[in-house]
């Protein structure tokens, strides 16, 4: 009994001692915000001035768990993250008592499926594509669903060495993003894009110029099979980056091929390309240089300058054509951008996809030219829609980010992803086991097409590059759909059907501009 009154003597003490820190804290911070001038509510409302600042950023956390409904979120929904976290672990993805989406919201994309479908034995896998015909080493990709640029530094070493193991468990390629070939890339031995950004890192010489010897250098790896020249992203159309000092150790900095202790300043465009025709110049060098296919990324604003480029491909010659083009959606991507970029510049997806597929097919080059579609397609129905719009491959950046565990905390900028992903801090990166979450990479690259492949089953197609825009209906504004050849329909109509779905006069004229007669025969 002694020893009981003693120990609740104790604790009243050390309560008391609590709360007196409390109050002391309380009166401290009272004072503090009374006497600064940088935030008029801490000043006018001491100390509970303080808890708006606390709530705006935990604001985000509770919408994201209580508040917010399965379709609701931005950027991706709990619906859409949900999908992807079961298809990494390999869950049913099945649902019960009907959609949750709002299937009546104007631009919802509806798949129409046939009324006799193909038999379970007329059904095949996605063929493979050969990528770069006129190259010493062309390259035939496996996969239609891939994964897109991500370089390692904007992710973590752990998070790199799992999408290169599961890249390679699944079949797919992998995209270094514009930082250069790190070791983790090359871990899992799957297939390897190497992007070269405006800066060329990992490919310049001291003075930040393309280096051919390094050139020949990163192609000589088995695991590279393409390059892919960065024009522009749609996290941030028409700017550039820099990588500050503090974030460049010797490791980066040999992987990057740039010196310690300053900036690494990517600029906004490519310095030695002022025109499409030094684009080609630059693909036929590169491509030279490393006998692999070459092609480039970019973010369209507009469709009337590209009409200008394969006008050029056409008085050059076919051999002259990118070997593919991958169309990014001005969306916004995983890295940190100014905001007015990733809300106002760059076409989303849905427009510019379309505008290229048409193009390339209006220049006769659709054999040629491989189209690529990036921009948040993280679900089949987003994959399965690129390839009926014309796309002959689809990646994804931030699908894998979730198939790793990523949970939307929207810290990829600052240093603090609570996953690991995004982060440098080791304890951080601890909780990304890359013997399991590599596993977890490939069961959702493989969900995906296996899900793909059942979409086109159901439209009555044998396998998804056969689907096509009469495949799909999309919603109007009065809630009614309309098939997707009616609105955007295909250069492979002909002159004929071309010229009576959009106006004889509008086709004539982009013929014009083209300067071919036989592009869509």
């Not at 950046?397 to 939307?408: D, N, P, V």
């Amino acid at each position: 009994m002694e020893y009981a009154m003693l120990a609740l003597q104790y604790l009243a003490l050390f309560f008391v001692f609590v709360i007196g820190v409390c109050v002391a804290a309380v009166i401290v911070m009272y004072f503090l915000d009374r006497r600064q001038t940088g935030d008029a509510i801490r000043r006018n409302y001491p100390v509970i001035g303080r808890f708006r600042g606390i709530f705006t950023e935990l604001g985000e956390f509770f919408r994201q768990y209580f508040f917010a409904m399965d379709r609701e979120e931005m950027p991706f929904n709990r619906a859409q993250r949900n999908w992807v976290y079961r298809a990494a672990e390999k869950k049913s993805n099945t649902v019960a008592f009907g959609s949750t989406r709002n299937l009546n919201i104007p631009g919802t994309p509806i798949f129409m499926n046939a009324v006799f479908p193909p038999l379970d034995d007329q059904y095949a896998s996605t063929e493979p594509m050969e990528i770069g015909p006129y190259c010493r080493e062309p390259y035939m990709a496996q996969s239609i669903f891939n994964i897109s640029g991500m370089s390692y530094g904007a992710l973590s070493k752990p998070a790199v060495r799992a999408l290169s193991r599961g890249a390679k468990m699944a079949g797919i390629w992998m995209n270094t993003g514009e930082g250069g070939l790190a070791p983790y890339h090359e871990e899992g031995g799957c297939d390897v894009v190497y992007q070269i950004g405006t800066a060329k890192f990992g490919v310049r010489d001291h003075a930040g110029n393309l280096s051919d010897e390094k050139l020949r250098e990163i192609a000589a790896k088995p695991c590279i099979k393409m390059f892919e020249i960065k024009l522009s992203q749609g996290a941030k159309p028409g700017k550039g980056g820099i990588l500050p000092a503090a974030k460049i150790d010797e490791e980066v900095a040999a992987i990057r091929g740039v010196p310690m202790g300053i900036d690494a300043i990517s600029p906004n465009r490519h310095r030695e390309v002022d025109d499409f025709d030094g684009l080609l110049d630059l693909i036929a060098h590169i491509r030279e240089v490393t006998g692999k296919p070459v092609g480039f990324k970019t973010c369209i604003g507009s469709a009337e300058p590209w009409f200008e480029f394969f006008r050029k491909i056409k008085e050059r010659g076919e051999e002259s054509a990118p070997d593919f083009i991958a169309v990014d959606g001005g969306e916004g991507g995983t890295g940190a951008a100014p905001m007015p970029l990733i809300d106002l510049v760059g076409l989303p997806l849905r427009d510019a996809l379309i505008r290229m597929v048409d193009l390339r097919d209006l220049a006769g080059l659709h054999d040629r030219v491989r189209i690529i579609a990036a921009g948040k397609l993280v679900s089949p129905a987003d994959v399965a829609w690129a390839i009926c719009m014309g796309a002959d491959f689809a990646v994804s950046a931030r699908g894998f980010m979730f198939s790793l565990g990523c949970i939307q905390a929207l810290k990829c900028n600052k240093n603090t992803c609570p996953t690991g992903i995004t982060t440098h801090i080791p304890s951080l990166q601890k909780g990304l086991v890359v013997e399991e979450k590599d596993k977890r990479a490939a069961a959702y690259a493989k969900a995906v097409i296996s899900e793909v492949e059942t979409i086109a089953h159901s439209v009555g197609v044998a396998e998804p590059r056969q689907m096509r825009r009469r495949h799909v209906r999309v919603v109007k504004d009065d809630g009614s759909s309309v098939q997707m050849n009616e609105i955007h329909p295909s250069v492979h109509l002909g002159l004929e059907g071309m010229a009576r779905a959009r106006g004889f006069k509008q086709f004539e004229d982009a013929l014009r501009r083209m300067d071919v007669k036989d592009a869509a025969e």
